[in-house]
């Protein structure tokens, strides 16, 4: 699998399949770059699809975890690959990471996706969350935060009719190293509000939400798609939190299009 080494030293696993426009995915919470498996098959003939694993997740080497942080790797992979301008799609995790990227690196943007994520900060309640999910991870590892997780990020209908869905995502996050995913929750729950940054993006952007994600449900998305001029929101429907693996055909199809029109 490739390795990509930036000037920091820093190391990024990453895939690509096909040519065309630059298209950058961004992973979950606390998976890596497979999760994107379903997307690199499907639209490698309309874009150079690039799914890379954040620090410390997959096969990147791990280093101090935030959410800006990871924007600025993201911005060093680019230059990295000798690529000036990318679309830049993330989900939930990755899609914060994507905000902040926007943010951040405007000019190396040419398109946005945003998938089952929020510009908002955690709550008082979800942040409390999030150090009780540390202490269960350092002490239990991410399977177990895995297993308690996927009732919420999974749709009914997915956990009763596609059990191979379910069990490869949790092989995914069972692989993650038990530090960086209690680093990234700590991120997850400092992290910037990005709502203040809607109204400066200017690239197209497309918002993209399971019809079932309890997590970033429906009415939160259109909430943040209303903030950014000119969006696009999309629903996938049979699915939760995690909609590229829940209903790939549908997710696939939604940025088929979004890509070609750009």
């Known amino acids: 699998m490739p390795l990509c080494v930036l000037p920091s030293g820093q190391t990024i696993g990453y895939d690509e399949a096909g040519s065309g426009p630059p298209l950058v995915l961004l992973h979950a919470f606390p998976l890596d770059r497979t999760m994107w498996e379903p997307q690199l098959a499907a639209l490698a003939d309309v874009a150079r699809v690039i799914a890379i694993d954040m620090p410390g997740f997959g096969e990147s080497a791990p280093t101090a975890f935030t959410i800006d942080g990871v924007a600025d790797v993201v911005s060093d992979f680019l230059a990295a690959m000798d690529i000036p301008k990318a679309i830049v799609g993330g989900l939930s995790m990755g899609g914060y990471v994507a905000l902040a990227f926007a943010r951040k690196h405007a000019d190396k943007l040419a398109g946005l996706i945003l998938a089952d994520t929020r510009a908002g900060v955690d ?25 308690g997780m996927a009732p919420r990020v999974l749709s009914d209908s997915t956990r009763s009719a596609k059990p191979e869905v379910v069990e490869r995502l949790k092989s995914i996050a069972a692989q993650q190293w038990a530090v960086s995913v209690a680093a990234a929750l700590a991120a997850l729950r400092d992290r910037p509000d990005a709502n203040s940054g809607l109204a400066a993006i200017t690239v197209p952007t497309i918002v993209i939400v399971g019809e079932y994600d309890a997590v970033t449900p429906p009415l939160a998305s259109a909430n943040l798609s209303a903030q950014i001029r000119g969006c696009k929101l999309v629903h996938i429907p049979d699915a939760g939190h995690l909609s590229s693996v829940e209903n790939p055909d549908a997710f696939n199809g939604a940025l088929r299009m979004f890509v070609a029109a750009l």
Do not use: H, I, W, Y
């Not at 009780?132 to 991870?137: E, G, I, S």
């Open 123 to 147: 709550d008082t309640t979800a942040k409390a969350n999030r150090t009780q999910a540390v202490a269960l991870v350092n002490k239990q590892g991410s399977a177990a935060l895995f297993e």
